[in-house]
Structure formats: structure tokens, C-alpha cells
Nanobody, 127 residues
């Protein structure tokens, strides 16, 4: 299994930027596709970005496409999310997650118990 720890959250103004990081330890990092999930206050958690094991393919939810960039460093066992042009609706808790298959990672019908999760990091965007 893999252990995930997020960092980099905080307070930003609308239009600003933040970079989230997720450090992984445990089983071989490149065994997993990785994703970032966003849980807005009072809403369900949803996958906003994901990346395949070697980083060759990425997925973005429409609402973040063009503003957020997911990347991974398979040498450092790190996952990143560069968030630009932040909006107040980007406020919430951000989680990194892992699964061996990208399609499973981004499928909203898949049980959250099927994925490995970090503890989350809070992002607050003020208007």
C-alpha cells in the first residue's frame, strides 16, 4: 500500500495561485495512478485532476481545465497541483489519492474505500 501526505494549502485571493504537494511513501510509487480531489463545503468530494503512472496522460475536470496543472516526480515520489487563477468556488479541502488504474481513480461511481487517501489540506480563496 501507499501512504500519502498533502501540503501547501492555505489562504489565497481570487486570481492568485497556490501549489499543492503530496508526498508518497510505501509501495513502489510508479505502481499508482494519482489524483487530486476537491471537497467544497457541504458538497461531495470529486476528482478534479489525475495522472497516469508515468505521467503520460492527464485528466482534468472541466471547471479547472486551463487553470490547474497536475504533475508528478517519480524520482522524488511526489505529486503536485499547480492552481492558478483561483476562484472562491475552489475553496475546500484537497486530497490526493492513488489507485493502480486511472479510469477507476476518476470514476465517480467507485467507492472511496477502493482508493488510498491522504489526510487533506485546506484551501481558502477569498473574493
Amino acid at each position: 500500500q501507499v501512504q500519502l501526505v498533502e501540503s501547501g494549502g492555505g489562504l489565497a485571493q481570487a486570481g492568485g495561485s497556490l501549489r499543492l504537494s503530496c508526498a508518497a511513501s510505501g509501495r513502489a510509487f510508479t505502481t499508482y495512478a494519482l489524483g487530486w480531489f476537491h471537497q467544497a463545503p457541504g458538497k461531495e468530494r470529486e476528482c478534479i485532476a489525475a495522472i497516469t503512472r508515468r505521467g503520460g496522460t492527464t485528466y482534468y475536470l472541466r471547471s479547472v481545465k486551463g487553470r490547474f496543472t497536475i504533475s508528478r516526480d517519480n524520482v522524488k515520489n511526489m505529486l503536485y497541483l499547480q492552481m492558478n487563477s483561483l476562484r472562491p468556488e475552489d475553496t475546500g479541502v484537497y486530497y490526493c489519492a492513488a489507485h493502480s488504474d486511472l479510469d477507476t481513480l476518476v470514476d465517480p461511481e467507485v467507492s472511496s474505500n477502493s482508493l488510498y487517501w491522504g489526510q487533506g489540506t485546506q484551501v481558502t480563496v477569498s473574493s
